[in-house]
């Protein structure tokens, strides 16, 4: 088990960049695929991004691709998401999540989770 606390989020307005950073505490930080989920209020979890375990693969939601990029460094344990163009409708809460089996798209397929950082896009 892993466990995950993540950093960086706020209020931003419309088109600009936001970093979200999240540490692991754990051992063999490189066998576990990472992610980042995210929340909006009266939505579903969805996914937003993941990297394998050494970093050669990565996965974006459609809605975000080209404008986001999940990168880690397994020296540091940690996993970033930065966020460029940012829009109204990213707000959330972002979720860094851990899974030992692999990189997944499915939200409930990921064991580990932080406790989540307020991202808000004004408009």
């Known amino acids: 088990q892993v466990q995950l606390v993540e950093s960086g989020g706020g209020l931003v307005q419309a088109g600009d960049s936001l970093r979200l950073s999240c540490t692991a505490n754990g051992r063999l930080f490189s066998t576990y695929a990472m992610g980042w989920l995210r929340q909006a209020p009266g939505k579903e979890r969805e996914f937003v991004a993941t990297?394998?375990?050494?970093?050669?693969?990565?996965y974006y939601a459609d809605s975000v691709a080209g404008r986001f990029t999940i990168s880690r460094d397994n020296a540091k344990n940690t996993v970033a998401l930065q966020m460029n163009s940012l829009k109204p409708e990213n707000t959330a809460v972002y979720y860094c999540?851990?899974?030992?089996?692999?990189?997944?798209?499915?939200?409930?397929?990921?064991?580990?989770w932080g406790q989540g950082t307020q991202v808000t896009v004004s408009s």
């Open positions: 999540t851990a899974r030992k089996q692999g990189i997944t798209t499915t939200p409930s397929e990921y064991n580990d």
């Open positions: 990297i394998s375990r050494f970093g050669g693969t990565t």
